[in-house]
Every structure is written in structure tokens, then in C-alpha cells.
């Protein structure tokens, strides 16, 4: 059942659930043209709660606290604002699992609402102390590391800011809690290790440079670079002047040129994926996406939907085999949206955006930056085939 005042908002997570799970019954309820649910509400019938932070004059914690002092009410999954204040607060108010509102990402909600249903059909599935639930308090121990802060969290793992204890170096650590007898999680953790092969012996001044790999009774981890300026979306939401821009696209191009040579797509380049050093360059990160080529269509089921909606090509949003020419896209929209610093295609819901990628025309530069349009026109091409057919092409040109 997905509770929150925004139509747009209930029919966009009503499509992850039915992509994912063809057959489910999905019920919505809008409580501010309807009225709120009454003290009585226990959720009977569902298996799980979306709850969204849009609950017109009442207070979402409120609701949540009303809910969760049910007993037996389903798993709520709560949607709001970003950061971590809001997460904690609606977590100690009653909900399983906390995800930004602008922030979904359509496996990563998968897997949590698979977690929580497993933990319903069997409560001792599922840890009370896994890494992404984890307070300040009762962080893992990692032999070698002395954690500092939390950074992010994720449904199956954390990535911290750590100190190597022998050399005293920063590192990120992302830490994945396993539990090697649950086999219904061995395909997270079989990913989280392909993470670390895939880039581990990387070497290149804009792709994040990984030190370490553990694996223990009950975590993994993967000690990195540690990225201290921040990402790509918060210094696009600041402002980039067209030149930096230029710079930041070429240091990406460069990257991907080095991924696709040995045979790596990333799948999910996006802003948020791409983190600035102290002294102003760029690194990709997060590969959790990311396939050897010549893998993608043996472990890849058809029709199978990777990335994110903003930042996906065409063949992508369609689940068509994706290739090196996939990211080139990608990183078409980033550029656009590093000079202009609205995205080229808006829509409600996610297939409106991936409509809008396979079916309207590209966007016009404003004038001051038509010196570009070209890039943008020829990596925005509908078709794979009409697009630089590897990285370097862009690259050299900026």
C-alpha cells in the first residue's frame, strides 16, 4: 500500500513494484484529498507500507509513530527529504527502512522491500544490526581500520571514513554486512566483490583508487581512495562556469575511455557517482553497476532496467543490450547539465523521463554556450550508432 499526497509520486514507486513483481497488488491512498487514516488503521491485508512525507496537515513522524504502535502492522518504508536527520527521525519513529524522496533508485528499493519481506516471512533472516540501520554506537568492527563517521548507507551496506591503523592514512571504507549461510544474499555480495575486481587494478587520475579488500564471518569491505571535495551534484547545484565544465566532462571522458578498454561499463554514471579530490579533479566511484561487456547479456535478464532514469540512453530505459556508447550518453546528460544545470528531460514519473530520452528532440544550449552544442548533440543521439563510438573521440574534442 503506497500512502502519500502526490499522484505522481504513488505512481512512480506503483512502477518499480510492478516491474519488479508483475503480479502484485498495489493499493494507493491519498491522505490529503481523502482525509487521514484513521487510529484504528492496522494495514491488514499488506505486506508492506510506502509511506511518503507529503501527509498534508499532519505531521509524517506522527503517522508513523500512529502506525508502528500498531501491533502487527506491516514494514513502512519511509520516503522524505534528504540527509540523515530526517532518516534517523522517521526510523525511531517506526519505519524499516528510510529513502530519500528524490533518491530512488529502483534496485536499491528492491532489494530493501525483498529484505523486508523475507524478514516478515521469517524474522530471523535478518540481523537487527545491519550495516545501514547502524547508529554512531554500534558500528562494525573492521581489523586493521578505526572507524571515524558514517558517510552514507545504503539497505545492504555503509560506506565510512576511516584511519588505516599501521599507516594512519584517510580511507573510505564500504562495508557490507554478509551473512555467508543466507543464500538469499549471496547475489549482493557476489556484486560487492565483482565492485573490487572490476577497478582494483585501475589505474588512472580520474577513477577512484581502491587499497584494500576483506571479506570476514560477517562483513566485507573495500578500503578506497577517500574523496574529500564532495560530489558532482552538489557542485552542480552551486553553479559551474562553462569552461570548468568542459574540464570536468573532459576528466570523465577520460575515465571511460579507460573502463571501456579493458572491457568495463559503468551503467550508472550520474552526478552522484562522481566525487572531486581536495585539489579540484574528478574520480568515478561506485561500480556497483557496473558489467564486463562481454558478460552483460549472459547475466543481465532481458528486459532488465540499470541506471537511473535521468541519466539513462535510450536502448537503457527500453532494456536493449547496452554498450560503451551507453555511458557516452550518460555523460552527454551530465554536460548538459553542468552548463545549463537543469537536466534535458523532466517527467513525473520514470517512464515519462525514459519516454522523453527515446523520443524528444535534443535541447538547445542557451546561446552563450551554443560553442557546445555540437558535443551535446552528437553524445545525446537517439540512435547508439550516431554517437562517438568510444570516449576518446570526446575526450580529444574538449
Same mark, same amino acid.
Given at each position: 500500500m503506497?500512502?502519500?499526497?502526490?499522484?505522481?509520486?504513488?505512481?512512480?514507486?506503483?512502477?518499480?513494484?510492478?516491474?519488479?513483481?508483475?503480479?502484485?497488488?498495489?493499493?494507493?491512498?491519498?491522505?490529503?484529498?481523502?482525509?487521514?487514516?484513521?487510529?484504528?488503521?492496522?494495514?491488514?491485508?499488506?505486506?508492506?507500507?510506502?509511506?511518503?512525507?507529503?501527509?498534508?496537515?499532519?505531521?509524517?513522524?506522527d503517522v508513523l509513530k500512529q502506525?508502528?504502535?500498531?501491533?502487527?502492522?506491516?514494514?513502512?518504508?519511509?520516503?522524505?527529504?534528504?540527509?540523515?536527520?530526517?532518516?534517523?527521525?522517521a526510523i525511531a519513529a517506526g519505519a524499516s527502512a528510510a529513502i530519500p524522496r528524490k533518491e530512488i533508485r529502483h534496485n536499491e528499493l528492491v532489494e530493501t522491500m525483498s529484505d523486508l519481506l523475507q524478514a516478515r516471512r521469517d524474522p530471523s533472516s535478518v540481523s537487527t544490526s545491519r550495516v545501514g540501520e547502524q547508529g554512531a554506537g554500534n558500528q562494525p568492527l573492521i581489523k586493521g581500520y578505526e572507524l571515524r563517521q558514517r558517510i552514507s548507507s545504503g539497505t545492504h551496506s555503509a560506506v565510512y571514513l576511516a584511519k588505516h591503523e599501521k599507516t594512519g592514512q584517510s580511507v573510505a571504507l564500504k562495508v557490507l554486512r554478509h551473512d555467508p549461510h543466507d543464500d538469499t544474499k549471496m547475489e549482493t555480495f557476489d556484486r560487492f566483490l565483482q565492485e573490487y575486481e572490476l577497478i582494483a587494478d585501475l589505474d588512472?587520475?580520474?577513477?577512484?583508487?581502491?587499497?584494500?579488500?576483506?571479506?570476514?564471518?560477517?562483513?566485507a569491505h573495500i578500503a578506497m581512495e577517500y574523496l574529500s571535495g564532495g560530489d558532482l551534484k552538489a557542485r552542480i547545484a552551486e553553479g559551474i562556469e562553462h569552461g570548468r565544465a568542459a574540464q570536468y566532462a573532459r576528466q570523465i571522458a577520460s575515465a571511460l575511455n579507460q573502463i571501456h578498454q579493458v572491457g568495463i561499463l559503468h551503467r550508472d554514471l550520474k552526478p552522484g557517482n562522481i566525487m572531486l579530490r581536495?585539489?579540484?579533479?574528478?574520480?568515478?566511484?561506485?561500480?556497483?553497476?557496473?558489467?564486463?561487456?562481454?558478460?552483460?547479456?549472459?547475466?543481465?535478464?532481458?528486459?532488465?532496467?540499470?541506471?537511473?532514469?535521468?541519466?539513462?540512453?535510450?536502448?537503457?530505459?527500453?532494456?536493449?543490450?547496452?554498450d560503451a556508447r551507453s555511458d557516452i550518453y550518460s555523460l552527454g546528460i551530465i554536460f548538459f547539465e553542468m552548463l545549463?544545470?537543469?537536466?534535458?528531460? %523532466?517527467?513525473?514519473?520514470?517512464?515519462?523521463?525514459?519516454?522523453?530520452?527515446?523520443?524528444?528532440?535534443?535541447?538547445?544550449?542557451?546561446?552563450?554556450?551554443?560553442?557546445?552544442?555540437?558535443?551535446?548533440?552528437?553524445? %545525446?543521439?537517439?540512435?547508439?550508432?550516431?554517437?562517438?563510438?568510444?570516449?576518446?573521440?570526446?575526450?580529444?574534442?574538449?
Open positions: 503506497i500512502i502519500d499526497g502526490q499522484e505522481a509520486f504513488r505512481r512512480l514507486l506503483g512502477h518499480h513494484v510492478s516491474v519488479h513483481w508483475p503480479d502484485a497488488v498495489v493499493t494507493d491512498y491519498d491522505p490529503v484529498a481523502n482525509g487521514h487514516l484513521s487510529s484504528t488503521f492496522k494495514g491488514a491485508g499488506n505486506d508492506l507500507i510506502l509511506l511518503g512525507d507529503r501527509q498534508g496537515d499532519r505531521d509524517v513522524v502506525f508502528s504502535s500498531q501491533q502487527n502492522f506491516p514494514p513502512i518504508i519511509f520516503f522524505g527529504g534528504a540527509g540523515r536527520t530526517i532518516s534517523h527521525a588512472h587520475p580520474n577513477i577512484v583508487r581502491i587499497f584494500d579488500l576483506g571479506v570476514s564471518d560477517d562483513h581536495a585539489d579540484g579533479s574528478l574520480a568515478l566511484i561506485d561500480f556497483g553497476l557496473a558489467k564486463h561487456m562481454r558478460l552483460t547479456q549472459t547475466i543481465t535478464d532481458s528486459g532488465e532496467i540499470f541506471g537511473t532514469p535521468y541519466y539513462m540512453s535510450p536502448e537503457q530505459g527500453r532494456g536493449h543490450d547496452a545549463t544545470g537543469e537536466k534535458p528531460y %523532466l517527467a513525473d514519473n520514470a517512464m515519462g523521463i525514459i519516454f522523453k530520452h527515446g523520443e524528444e528532440p535534443i535541447p538547445e544550449l542557451p546561446v552563450a554556450f551554443a560553442r557546445y552544442q555540437a558535443a551535446v548533440n552528437t553524445m %545525446l543521439a537517439k540512435k547508439p550508432e550516431d554517437r562517438p563510438q568510444s570516449a576518446a573521440e570526446i575526450e580529444a574534442w574538449l
